[in-house]
């Protein structure tokens, strides 16, 4: 297949154990499918071919300074966009389909589901109801929002563990059939890819 995969840390920009955790499954994969890393970059934009399989698009974000993290992911959103469009235009081979990891590209990657007609994925690796201390704040509601209208546009929704299943069904109200467990495991490529397939088959 060929996958873009669409995340806001990725190696050597690491915040938290997500970077490495996509890194993982980006080696992984690229071993028989080609793989496009669209992430955020602080510097001027770079494209890294890594392998014949795989190539890291960074992106940075045309607007500074940002109050919160909402105007940062929107105001990055464009870019992020145009990078993945030049993907599907001119990169010789039409991508299968698109894999958000987190809500901070989950807007941008509905509307490229919408143009393209592309299936998308969005893998949650926590939630904001659980990461922040006031989830009733504005900010709090806005994010979560976002990270619902991502469970809500995306085809299949990847979890890495039983309770994060759980919880993404209760907190967005989404039927378990939706929501798949894939836990970083021997059986993770594998897992990933079975729910790309059915990713796929309901586009």
Same mark, same amino acid.
């Given at each position: 297949?060929?996958?873009?995969? &669409?995340?806001?840390?990725?190696?050597?920009?690491?915040v938290?154990?997500? @970077?490495?955790?996509v890194? #993982?499954?980006?080696? +992984? $994969?690229?071993q028989e499918?080609?793989?496009?890393?669209?992430?955020?970059?602080?510097?001027?934009?770079?494209?890294?071919?890594v392998?014949?399989?795989?190539?890291?698009?960074?992106?940075p974000?045309?607007?500074?300074?940002?109050?919160t993290?909402?105007?940062?992911?929107?105001?990055?959103?464009?870019?992020i966009?145009?990078?993945?469009?030049?993907?599907?235009?001119d990169?010789?081979?039409? &991508?299968?389909?698109?894999?958000?990891?987190?809500?901070?590209?989950a807007? @941008?990657?509905?509307?490229? #589901?919408?143009a393209? +007609? $592309?299936?998308?994925v969005?893998t949650?690796?926590?939630?904001?109801?659980?990461r922040?201390?006031?989830?009733?704040?504005?900010?709090g509601?806005?994010?979560?929002?976002?990270?619902?209208?991502?469970?809500?546009?995306?085809n299949?929704?990847?979890?890495?563990s039983k309770w994060?299943?759980?919880?993404?069904?209760?907190v967005h109200?989404?039927?378990?059939?939706?929501?798949?467990?894939?836990?970083d495991?021997?059986?993770?490529?594998?897992e990933?890819?079975?729910a790309?397939?059915?990713?796929?088959?309901?586009?």
């Open positions: 297949m060929n996958i873009a995969i &669409l995340t806001w840390e990725y190696p050597p920009r690491i938290g154990e997500m @970077a490495l955790y890194q #993982k499954l980006v080696l +992984g $994969l690229s499918n080609d793989i496009s890393v669209i992430t955020f970059h602080d510097a001027p934009y770079d494209r890294e071919q392998s014949n399989n795989l190539e890291v698009h960074r992106v974000n045309p607007v500074e300074p940002h109050m993290p909402v105007t940062w992911a929107a105001s990055l959103t464009a870019e966009q145009r990078i993945v469009a030049n993907l599907q235009y990169g010789g081979r039409k &991508l299968d389909i698109l894999d958000t990891h987190e809500w901070q590209f807007a @941008a990657t509905a509307a490229l #589901k919408r393209f +007609g $592309l299936p998308f969005i949650l690796h926590s939630l904001e109801r659980h922040t201390s006031d989830p009733s704040s504005p900010l509601i806005c994010i979560e929002s976002l990270e619902r209208f991502g469970v809500y546009e995306s299949c929704v990847i979890t890495r994060m299943k759980s919880e993404v069904e209760r109200q989404v039927p378990s059939s939706k929501v798949q467990l894939v836990m495991s021997d059986s993770l490529l594998k990933t890819l079975r790309y397939g059915d990713a796929i088959r309901l586009q």
